[in-house]
Nanobody, 115 residues
Framework: QVQLVESGGGLVQPGGSLRLSCAAS????????MGWYIQAPGKQRELVAT???????GVADSVKGRFTISRDNAKNTVYLQMNSLKPEDAAVYYC?????????WGQGTQVTVSS
């Protein structure tokens, strides 16, 4: 099993920055990749960024150039650096760990972008 705890969400003005963290514990060695997803009210959860166990990253076109995913293996933590935030980025952000047998999700962290 894997446990994921997100943090770092909050209120930020348009154009501002936030860094989200996702701390993983449990069967860390079995994680194939980790990702960040966004879910706005009334909408489906969508992929924002991923990072594999070998460090390969990918980000959605909608956030390319503004969001960066990274990890600190020593801390078993994946980060999502979000810059130039827009009102449409406001949502609950979820962290997911993908293993061979199943996926695990965190509880989510709220990001609000408003002046």
């Amino acid at each position: 099993q894997v446990q994921l705890v997100e943090s770092g969400g909050g209120l930020v003005q348009p154009g501002g920055s936030l860094r989200l963290s996702c701390a993983a514990s449990g069967s860390i060695a079995s994680i194939l990749s980790m990702g960040w997803y966004i879910q706005a009210p009334g909408k489906q959860r969508e992929l924002v960024a991923t990072i594999t166990s070998t460090g390969t990253t990918g980000v959605a076109d909608s956030v390319k150039g503004r969001f960066t995913i990274s990890r600190d293996n020593a801390k078993n933590t994946v980060y999502l650096q979000m810059n130039s935030l827009k009102p449409e980025d406001a949502a609950v952000y979820y962290c997911k760990a993908r293993l061979i047998e199943r996926d695990y999700w965190g509880q989510g962290t709220q990001v609000t972008v408003s002046s």
